[in-house]
């Protein structure tokens, strides 16, 4: 999960650093959570929702530039990694999210488009299905759990 990255708001820079229970914006530190679809900095709630170059905040629309989110460029040996885990029968987090049903257990059988682990991202929520039939060799994850990009939530032999 990226925990730094840097914002440009109405032409305005902020670099902005997320460490745990703390979010730093230029250096100064504030508290910070979630809660249901708003965001808690500081202890007041804020509605956030970001598209491409735009962001409303509290229904208040702004141009944005951010540089630091970007995903890196796989290289040859995640390719070949995130191959060998699909050939495998893994199932990936599509992207960062959080875990909000499981619907098989170890041991269980599934066919190949079962709906394994259902993750809820960006207000929406993700069906990740089994790639192949087989019997659920391990679950990673239980409801609740925060989950990063391309993790291992579970295993179909």
Do not use: C
């Not at 962001?55 to 796989?74: M, Q, R, S």
């Not at 619907?103 to 207000?123: R, T, Y």
């Not at 609740?144 to 579970?154: I, S, Y």
């Amino acid at each position: 999960m990226i925990n730094k990255f840097k914002l440009t708001l109405e032409g305005v820079p902020y670099e902005i650093e997320r460490k745990g229970e703390l979010i730093l914006v230029n250096g100064q530190e504030f508290p910070w959570g979630l809660s249901g679809t708003a965001i808690n900095v500081g202890g007041n709630p804020h509605q956030v929702e970001v598209r491409g170059d735009a962001a409303t905040v509290d229904g208040i629309a702004y141009k944005i530039e951010t540089y630091g989110l970007e995903e890196p460029k796989p290289t040859r040996a995640r390719k070949a990694a995130a191959a060998a885990a699909d050939e495998a029968g893994a199932i990936t987090a599509v992207m960062p999210g959080l875990i909000i049903k499981v619907n098989k257990e170890v041991g269980d059988p599934v066919q190949a488009g079962d709906v394994v682990i259902v993750l809820e991202a960006m207000k929406m929520q993700n069906e990740l299905h089994a790639k192949k039939s087989g019997v659920i060799k391990e679950i990673t994850v239980k409801k609740g759990d925060t989950v990063e990009m391309r993790q291992v939530l579970a295993i179909i032999e």
